[in-house]
């Protein structure tokens, strides 16, 4: 069973910057692939970005592509995600989420395990 906790969420003004961590636990990160979702209010969870399990590949959204990004430490068993210029469409509820099959992908019903969220709300 893998453990993924978040951290890093809070209030920033639009073209500011903040960086979300991820924390895993009980299990194999440096096998997993990893990504980041996000979910506003009264919408459906979308993808942000994904990551490889050796950090060679990594995977954006276009409403993201140029102002986030995504990284890994396997050595600290913790994944990043780098969020610069940010916009008031930010603004949701961003889930770290991991693949233990290790497949890079951007859908989120092939993540297996995820964290409980950390907010973000970017104010215009």
């Known amino acids: 069973q893998v453990q993924l906790v978040e951290s890093g969420g809070g209030l920033v003004q639009a073209g500011g910057s903040l960086r979300l961590s991820c924390a895993a636990s009980?299990?194999?990160?440096?096998?997993?692939?990893m990504g980041w979702f996000r979910q506003a209010p009264g919408k459906a969870r979308e993808f942000a970005a994904a990551?490889?399990?050796?950090?060679?590949?990594?995977y954006y959204a276009d409403s993201v592509k140029g102002r986030f990004t995504i990284a890994r430490d396997n050595a600290k068993n913790t994944v990043y995600l780098h969020m610069n210029n940010l916009k008031p469409e930010d603004t949701a509820v961003y889930y770290c989420?991991?693949?233990?099959?290790?497949?890079?992908?951007?859908?989120?019903?092939?993540?297996?395990?995820w964290g409980q969220g950390t907010q973000v709300t970017v104010s215009s």
């Open positions: 989420a991991c693949d233990d099959s290790g497949t890079f992908t951007y859908r989120a019903h092939e993540y297996d395990y």
């Open positions: 009980g299990g194999t990160f440096s096998s997993y692939a």
């Open positions: 990551i490889s399990w050796n950090g060679g590949s990594r």
